[in-house]
Nanobody, 122 residues
Framework: QVQLVESGGGSVQAGGSLRLSCTAT????????MGWFRQAPGKEREGVAV???????TYADSVKGRFTFSRNNAKNTLYLQMNSLKAEDTAMYYC????????????????WGQGTQVTVSS
């Protein structure tokens, strides 16, 4: 069982920055896929940044060049640095983790945090 706790959300004006943090209750990075997802009202949940157990990170096209996934293994914490925020980035952001058994991350993540709200005003 892995518990994930996010923090760092808030309200910001367009063009601003926020950094989200997610702390896991146990060390997961060597064998787990870790990711950030978001869901805006009325929209489906989408992957924002997903890293496999080797650390290879895939970003959604909409955030490439603006968002950066990173992690501090010693603190069991991963981060999402969000720069040049846009109104369309407004959503609930979730941290997620799931065991990786193959060469790539599965589509379904098992463990989820409670979410942290990001609101960007234009």
């Amino acid at each position: 069982q892995v518990q994930l706790v996010e923090s760092g959300g808030g309200s910001v004006q367009a063009g601003g920055s926020l950094r989200l943090s997610c702390t896991a209750t146990k060390y997961t990075y060597s064998t787990y896929c870790m990711g950030w997802f978001r869901q805006a009202p009325g929209k489906e949940r989408e992957g924002v940044a997903v890293a496999d157990s080797d650390g290879t990170t895939t970003y959604a096209d909409s955030v490439k060049g603006r968002f950066t996934f990173s992690r501090n293994n010693a603190k069991n914490t991963l981060y999402l640095q969000m720069n040049s925020l846009k109104a369309e980035d407004t959503a609930m952001y979730y941290c997620a983790a799931t065991p990786q058994y193959g060469f790539s991350c599965p589509e379904a993540f098992i463990y989820w945090g409670q979410g942290t709200q990001v609101t960007v005003s234009s």
